[in-house]
């Protein structure tokens, strides 16, 4: 997709709430033309302290910003926005 930018998803596999958040958070993605990459925390000893307890969280990869769960079609709408 030409022109998209990045979401990244921290979570892991077999996480419920991993599971909705994506669901929330690919219609939202989809209407500011994000893409959205799922980044397990499994796979690295960091990100795994640093989100263990606090998945999932959305980070929009261009600004740093994160929003983390729970959030609603809102929240993410907000996050998405060009200021």
Do not use: K
């Not at 500011?32 to 969280?57: H, N, T």
Request: charged share 30%; proline share 2%; hydrophobic share 45%.
């Amino acid at each position: 997709m030409t022109g998209s930018r990045l979401l990244l998803l921290y979570g892991t596999v077999g996480c419920t709430l991993c599971e909705n958040a994506r669901a929330i958070a690919v219609v939202e993605a989809d209407r500011a033309g994000f893409v959205i990459e799922d980044v397990d925390i499994a796979d690295d000893d960091d990100l795994l302290e640093r989100y263990g307890m606090l998945i999932p969280v959305l980070r929009r990869s261009d600004r740093s910003v994160e929003l983390g769960w729970p959030f609603d079609h809102h929240a993410l709408r907000m996050l998405l926005q060009d200021d």
